[in-house]
Nanobody, 118 residues
Framework: VQLVESGGGSVQAGDSLRLSCAAS????????LGWSRQAPGKERENVAE????????YFVDSVKGRFTISRDNGKKTVYLQMNSLKVEDTAVYYC????????????WGQGTQVTVSS
C-alpha cells in the first residue's frame, strides 16, 4: 500500500486545515486508515483513524471535538479536517494504514508539515 499526503502548511492558531491522503496499491487489504503526528523532540502519536469498511473512528483525546476524519472509498482517500488549531498541533503529520490483523499502523506516507503559530 502506498500513501501520499497533501494539504499541510502554516496557519495561525484558531485556523483550519484539511489534510488528504490517497492510497494506492493493495488497497483491498486495508482495514483502517489514519493519521499520526510527530512534533520536534516528541514521540510519534496516533491522532485519528477510520475503518475503511464501517467508518468507525478513533481520536486521541487532545484533538477530540476539533478534528474529524472521513474517507471516500471510491477515491481511496482519507481526509483529516483540523479546526481550531493550536500551537501544540504543530508536527509532521503522517498518513498511515493497517490491514486486518494488524494491531498497529504498518504502512506510512512521507509526511506533511503542519505549523501553527500564535
Amino acid at each position: 500500500v502506498q500513501l501520499v499526503e497533501s494539504g499541510g502548511g502554516s496557519v495561525q492558531a484558531g485556523d483550519s486545515l484539511r489534510l488528504s491522503c490517497a492510497a494506492s496499491g493493495d488497497t483491498g487489504s486495508l482495514y483502517a486508515l489514519g493519521w499520526s503526528r510527530q512534533a520536534p523532540g516528541k514521540e510519534r502519536e496516533n491522532v485519528a483513524e477510520v475503518t475503511w469498511g464501517g467508518g468507525t473512528t478513533y481520536f486521541v483525546d487532545s484533538v477530540k471535538g476539533r478534528f474529524t476524519i472521513s474517507r471516500d472509498n471510491g477515491k481511496k482517500t482519507v481526509y483529516l479536517q483540523m479546526n481550531s488549531l493550536k500551537v501544540e498541533d504543530t508536527a509532521v503529520y503522517y498518513c498511515a494504514s493497517r490491514g486486518y490483523g494488524d494491531g498497529t499502523f504498518v504502512y506510512w506516507g512521507q509526511g506533511t508539515q503542519v505549523t501553527v503559530s500564535s
